[in-house]
């Protein structure tokens, strides 16, 4: 393979005054970014690369780097985000055309929750607020287009009349043209620890990923290990994809997936993840995270296993986040999610970022120095 390294040292600093140009060596440590592709690929890759050390801080300076991976593996329209990790999304629509970066901030203040659409032809990265309301600790504000538009996924901190509070799931689906369509909130959807939510906002769900599918808005509840189908018409958890409840997984030696990232289903019926297979606070009983693929029926509620993709290298446990994209062309382009520092000690290799394969084989890869990890990885095409 050839290999490319790249150090980014110029990127674009947002804020809601606009943009300004910094220097990155001056804003936080510049990562080891090594990048090989054998082949040119298909599509590009948008991406955002992360610092875990800052991400678990959320304090100064930010390290939320957003990028395009051209199809020979050279690094376009870098940027940083103002907020403490970032991943990205491919729009298309009337008000929203390009790409996407969204922040995952401790806290959102003043009702709206600061992401930039990147536009590659200046090269700058102009301020994109999408309406949410004031979260607590590790906040997920995700969108997704729809047939009819864009549906936005966002934190709600309710305090109940018992005492208990949770942090519940909002979803708000727009029309292109801004108008409200369609919209609801979770609702102790699910059993909590108690002792956590009388303390302090408990976030029982953790959800992270948004998607559409036939009559139903698609999520990925991490801690439930769930993936659930929310009717539109009757505003209700219609289908949850899980061993809670009472699914069964063939052909799978893993007996389905734990704590799952990027979650969505195609219109064939096949449910595609990022299965983490374990958790920062949830121990690993395999050896490695992986990417995988199910036919899915909703009335058996059972779910067949099509591929399995494990990871490889260096670090192949995976606490959070990642990525999962299968194409028909037989492509498939893998984010891994995230290293951990701690996981790293004694490792001399760089551990993955994302993988690209074409019929089974490895035709492109990056590596950044440990702690650096990637939340999306996601293909652009022409």
């Known amino acids: ?54 991400a678990i801080s959320s304090k100064p300076p930010y390290s939320a780097i957003v990028m395009i991976v051209e199809k020979d593996g050279r690094i376009t329209v870098p940027a940083i985000h103002q907020s403490a990790t970032a991943t990205m999304m491919v729009l298309d629509h009337k008000q929203v055309r390009g790409l996407v970066a969204y922040g995952l901030s401790r806290v959102v203040t003043n009702n709206l929750f600061p992401s930039f659409v990147i536009s590659e032809n200046d090269k700058k990265a102009q301020p994109f607020f999408v309406p949410t309301q004031p979260a607590a600790l ?47 909130t979770s609702s102790r959807a699910r059993k909590f620890n108690a002792e956590k939510a009388k303390a302090n906002f408990h976030d029982y769900l953790h959800v992270n990923s948004i998607s559409e599918f036939d009559k139903y808005i698609v999520i990925s509840v991490r801690d439930t290990s769930e993936v659930w189908l929310i009717d539109r018409d009757r505003k209700e958890i219609a289908h949850s994809i899980g061993l809670a409840d009472g699914w069964t997984f063939k052909d799978d030696p893993r007996n389905g997936f734990r704590y799952q990232h990027h979650a969505h289903i195609d219109a ?115």
């Open 1 to 54: 393979m050839r290999a490319l390294l790249v150090a980014i040292l110029t990127v674009i600093l947002v804020n809601q005054a606009g943009a300004q140009e910094v220097d990155l060596r001056a804003a936080l440590k510049v990562p080891k970014i090594t990048v090989r592709h054998s082949e040119a690929l298909p599509f590009r890759i948008a991406i955002a690369l992360n610092d875990s050390a800052a």
């Open 138 to 184: 590790d906040a997920h504000e995700l969108i997704s287009p729809t047939r009819r538009g864009n549906a936005f996924l966002y934190y709600v901190p309710r305090e109940y009349d018992d005492g208990v509070k949770l942090i519940e799931v909002g979803i708000k689906e727009f029309s292109t043209d801004g108008d409200l369509l369609w919209e609801w």
């Open 268 to 382: 064939g019926g096949v449910l595609t993840l990022f299965d983490n297979s374990g958790s920062h606070d949830a121990p690993f009983t395999v050896e490695g995270s992986r990417a995988v693929r199910y036919r899915i029926s909703l009335a058996a509620k059972s779910a067949t296993l099509l591929e399995s993709i494990p990871i490889y290298g260096a670090v192949k446990q995976r606490s959070r986040q990642g990525s999962a994209t299968f194409l028909g062309n037989g492509y498939r382009l893998i984010g891994w999610g995230v290293a951990e520092p701690a996981s790293c000690q004694g490792v001399s290799e760089q551990p993955l970022v994302y993988s690209v394969y074409r019929d089974g084989e490895v035709i492109a890869e990056m590596q950044a120095d440990c702690g650096w990890y990637s939340y999306r990885a996601l293909p652009i095409f022409d």
